[in-house]
């Protein structure tokens, strides 16, 4: 099994940016895709993006151009890099790789 650490998130004005990563408790980017979801209150769960084994990376089209998914070459971190937040953004945010799952972190996107 394959625990997964989350940081980051916090309060955050519109417009600001905010950095999130997910640290894996062994090397394993590089067999499963990294996922990042969020979840605001009363809303569904939304896929936000995700970076596959190969370096491929797919956006919700809500984030394209605004969010990025690196992953560090140990291939054990996965980010979530956001730029020009705005309060729809808020939401708690969580990583994923092959079913396991980090505990979550929350983004308030406020004045």
């Known amino acids: 099994q394959v625990q997964l650490v989350q940081s980051g998130g916090g309060l955050v004005q519109p417009g600001g940016s905010l950095n999130l990563s997910c640290t894996a408790s062994?090397?394993?980017?590089?067999?499963?895709?990294g996922t990042w979801y969020r979840q605001a209150p009363g809303k569904q769960r939304e896929l936000v993006g995700t970076?596959?084994?190969?370096?491929?990376?797919l956006y919700v089209d809500s984030v394209k151009g605004r969010f990025t998914i690196p992953k560090d070459r140990a291939k054990t971190t996965v980010y979530l890099l956001m730029n020009s937040l705005n309060a729809e953004d808020s939401a708690g945010y969580l990583c994923?790789?092959?079913?396991?799952w980090g505990r979550g972190t929350q983004v308030t996107v406020s004045s």
């Open positions: 970076i596959t084994r190969s370096g491929q990376i």
């Open positions: 994923d790789s092959d079913q396991y």
């Open positions: 062994r090397s394993i980017f590089n067999q499963w895709p």
